[in-house]
């Protein structure tokens, strides 16, 4: 049994989803505050908050979870710059209540939603795991943070675990039935998406970054190869394996006018686009070297193309123009 915190958020879902098709029983943990009831797809849903140590425990003592996977946390690179506070509290002070509750209740097996953010300013690209960790915004930090955490609690309580540091999760659920919803939405795919259905024009932040096209670059990976990376991960530690850290991208680099182009493409339609500043906190470049998981773990991204991710975020878009408030209507909630 699996106790997936934030399973009703994005990534969460889809992994959820995957678990389940895998065979693994799942119990997702969530305060619903940027997640969707709908996306739990009617596995057993627990409201709750990852801070209040003793529903954590009641969650993995009543679920007889072996494992968490953690995904609740807030992810506004932009925001934790201007509200530190706030992202320790959830971020860091959110992971460390359930290693608490783990190690009361004997619950060993730990998969965390780390963040290419850990790595801050690349000295070398593509980034190993083995790069220099030197976050540039709050987020990065906390996320680090629980990483340096994790062997104190292996050493204690004998909690091992992978940790998933991710880069860009893009795109949608193929089947479509889950996909991106975040209110509001920050993430650059949907919202290029939004402004060629006619919405604002696009605003790209910077075009003054020492890249190919003055953009920032990133590694877009489609959020059902990252489902598939939790699946193996969590297999990898049933089979009694270290604990150990992984990138999880297509080692592709992606610039903002690349996505836009690619928008632009599966769309039909041409997104208006007006140049702003830099946001605060933007490295200019992250992209993976994934040569790790791909040896240890086999995982290859199936869907890793940027016209692929966007067309399976945008079918999603196109069928639900409000997100999961249109499948809560269908259900009459
Ligand atoms: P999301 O906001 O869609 O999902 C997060 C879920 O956690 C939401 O359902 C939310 O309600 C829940 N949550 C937040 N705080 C909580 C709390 N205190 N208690 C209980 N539930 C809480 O975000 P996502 O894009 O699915 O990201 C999931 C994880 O992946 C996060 O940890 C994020 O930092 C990490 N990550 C995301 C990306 C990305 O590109 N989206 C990249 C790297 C890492
Ligand atoms: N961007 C724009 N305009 C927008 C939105 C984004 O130009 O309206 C640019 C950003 O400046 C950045 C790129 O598009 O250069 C990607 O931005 P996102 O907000 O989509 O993603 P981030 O790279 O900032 O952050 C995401 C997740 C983090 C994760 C990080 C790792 O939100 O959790 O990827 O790179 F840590």
């Known amino acids: 049994m699996i106790l997936v915190t934030g399973g009703a958020g994005y990534i969460g ?74 992202y320790y509290r959830n971020n860091l002070v959110g992971a460390l209540a359930i290693l608490e509750a783990m190690a009361a209740e004997a619950c060993r097996q730990f998969v965390f939603s780390s963040s290419c953010a850990v790595y801050g300013e690349p000295v070398e690209l593509p980034l190993p795991e083995t790069h220099p960790t030197a976050p540039v915004n709050a987020y990065g930090q906390t996320k680090l943070a629980v990483e340096q955490a994790l ?26 039935e889950l996909g991106e919803d975040h209110s509001p939405e920050f993430h650059v795919i949907p919202r290029a998406l939004a402004a060629a259905q006619g919405g604002a024009p696009f605003e790209i932040f910077g075009e003054d970054y020492p890249t190919r096209d003055g953009t920032c670059l990133r590694d877009y990976v489609h959020v059902t190869d990252l489902a598939d990376a939790h699946v193996r991960a969590v297999g990898h530690l ?43 906190g933007d490295p200019a470049a992250l992209f993976a070297s994934s040569a790790r998981i791909r040896e240890n773990l086999g995982w290859v991204p199936a869907r890793p193309g940027l016209e692929t991710i966007v067309a399976d975020a945008w079918r999603w878009h196109e069928a639900h123009p409000r997100g999961f408030a249109m499948a809560a209507r269908r259900s009459g909630r």
């Open 238 to 280: 049933q089979d009694g394996a270290a604990s150990t850290t992984y990138n999880v991208g297509t080692e592709r680099p992606s610039s903002v006018r690349d996505v836009l182009a690619a928008v632009e493409r599966v769309v039909g339609r041409r997104v208006p686009t007006k140049t702003a500043l830099r946001r605060p």
């Open 151 to 176: 062997p104190h609690f292996e050493r204690a309580y004998g909690i091992r675990s992978v940790s998933l540091r991710y880069f860009n999760a893009a795109g949608a659920d193929p089947d479509g």
């Open 13 to 86: 879902s889809h992994s959820a989803k995957a678990l389940g098709r895998a065979g693994y029983r799942v119990v997702v943990f969530d305060n619903l505050s940027a997640g969707h009831r709908e996306a739990a797809l009617g596995a057993q849903l627990v409201e709750g908050d990852v801070r209040d140590v003793g529903a954590v425990r009641r969650a993995i003592r009543e679920s007889g979870a072996d494992a968490v996977m953690h995904f609740a946390a807030w992810l506004d690179v932009a925001a934790s710059v201007r509200d530190p506070v706030g």
